[in-house]
């Protein structure tokens, strides 16, 4: 152990200290570094929580990359895509694509004996992967999806089921306009739905795939397309930019243009929203570095003035300004660990208080969520930790200096 770490872990651990000033001057140091912490931890794991709850969501919507007609991409109206196994395999064969399902749209309107909607209706297969709409499932069962057959199920959201007053095992008659051509189909109700996302709630609802495909009188292979999920999604663009090679502007069995694009492309002001949090998390960030900052440098100045005569003795006695300061470093460093570890304690208190019970709950008309959404990455919690020792040990090194200023002689007399 070096002589200036001895020395600051004596100064530091020593109980016959009766000093009136320093003692007051640490703890709000201490103080000032675990709130810093403690709030920088909260803002992030709130941020990452919101940011990835709210991109699950819309990515469950529409999976990763999609893949339809190009005139639907130009256009509102359903253009289909042919979708055979050799399709298919290619695209499974595309780097970084995980799942393959088919989708087929339609519009229509859902009509009760005192109220109407207009809604579209997303038809799904047993290809599609379910877990989503277990996830979000209210009350009911997921209709049994199927490109054989149909169920005549629906699956509606908690929006739309109170606006129109209706029930898990309610009947209720859908009217489409194809072609020219007016049809209608009865439907039972066997779920529901809430993602607390409006803008989704509001317009969709899930039946099958065999419905869809014959309300839009299309073949049985076709679809209005193929939503691809990828393996790893922070390589999302490498294996869209895959998919571009293999399939865009390739044509179909029916000489169709095959067009691909990615969540972030098909709702880019969702993407961008989310985008602009992180701008807050940077500010919060700043602003509570520099409170931890400003909070050690006080308390260090303090602590130097006060042990003036201690410098002073020091210096007779042949140790070097150098030495005398890592000192007191040393001794910050010992300040700002116990903050660290008290800022980790509140910090990560209340995230785990949150994520397990709750109890800050949000309006989700406005947010989104019916609940303030938080994720630990840990990773992200060693970097905050290590950012503020040793930004907070790099501002001191300044205030440091101040030991270099003190004269043995005046030091001595000093009270």
């Known amino acids: 152990m070096s002589f200036s770490l001895f020395l600051a872990n004596r100064i530091y651990s020593s109980p016959t200290d009766k000093r009136k000033v320093s003692r007051p001057a640490i703890r709000t140091a201490i103080a000032g570094v675990a ?89 799904i297969a047993q290809d599609y992967d379910p877990h989503f709409l277990h996830a ?36 209720l008659f859908a009217y489409f306009i194809t072609q020219g051509e007016v049809r209608v189909r009865k439907f039972t109700v066997c779920g529901i739905y809430e993602t607390n ?73 969702i993407f961008s929203w989310l985008e602009l949090l992180d701008i807050n998390v940077w500010i919060i960030l700043i602003l509570m570095i520099c409170v931890a900052g400003f909070t050690m440098i006080s308390g260090l100045l303090i602590i130097i ?20 300061r890592h000192t007191f470093l040393w001794f ?23 994520q397990y019970t709750g109890i800050i709950s949000l309006d989700p008309a406005t947010y989104y969520v019916s609940e303030a959404p938080v994720e630990i990455n840990w990773l992200y919690v060693l970097l905050l930790n290590l950012s503020t020792l040793l930004i907070s040990l790099l501002v001191l090194i300044g205030p440091s200096f101040l030991v270099s200023h003190i004269s043995p002689v005046k030091s001595m007399r000093y009270e």
Not at 339 to 351: E, H, Q, T, V
Request: hydrophobic share 45%; proline share 2%.
């Open 35 to 123: 709130i810093g912490l403690a709030v920088m931890l909260i803002t992030v794991s709130v941020v990452l929580g919101f940011k990835h709850t709210i991109q699950d969501k819309v990515i469950g919507f529409g999976s990763h990359i999609q893949i339809e007609n190009f005139l639907t991409m130009q256009s509102t109206d359903p253009y289909p895509i042919t979708v055979n196994d050799s399709l298919l395999k290619v695209i499974k064969k595309i780097k970084g694509v995980a799942h393959t399902e088919r989708f087929a749209l339609t519009q229509g309107i859902l009509k009760t004996d005192d109220n109407f909607l207009g809604i579209t209706f997303k038809g």
């Open 136 to 171: 979000h499932l209210l009350k009911g069962t997921i209709p049994s999806f199927s490109d054989k057959k149909s169920s005549r199920q629906l699956l509606v959201s908690k929006m739309v089921a109170d606006q129109l007053n209706i029930d898990v095992g309610k009947q």
């Open 197 to 269: 996302l409006s803008q989704f709630d509001r317009m969709l609802c899930f039946t099958d795939l065999y419905t869809t495909v014959r309300l839009n009188k299309w073949e049985a292979d076709q679809c209005t397309g193929i939503q691809l999920s990828v393996a790893d999604f922070s390589r999302l663009e490498l294996t869209a930019a895959n998919v571009v090679a293999q399939v865009n502007r390739t044509t179909d069995h029916e000489g169709n243009t095959l067009m691909s694009q990615t969540i972030h492309e098909a709702y880019p002001q």
């Open 305 to 324: 003035l006060e042990r003036t005569q201690m410098i002073g003795i020091l210096k007779a006695l042949g140790a070097r300004n150098l030495t005398i």
């Open 332 to 354: 910050s460093a010992m300040i700002i660990s116990r903050g660290l570890l008290w800022g980790n304690a509140i910090g990560l208190g209340l995230i785990f208080l949150q």
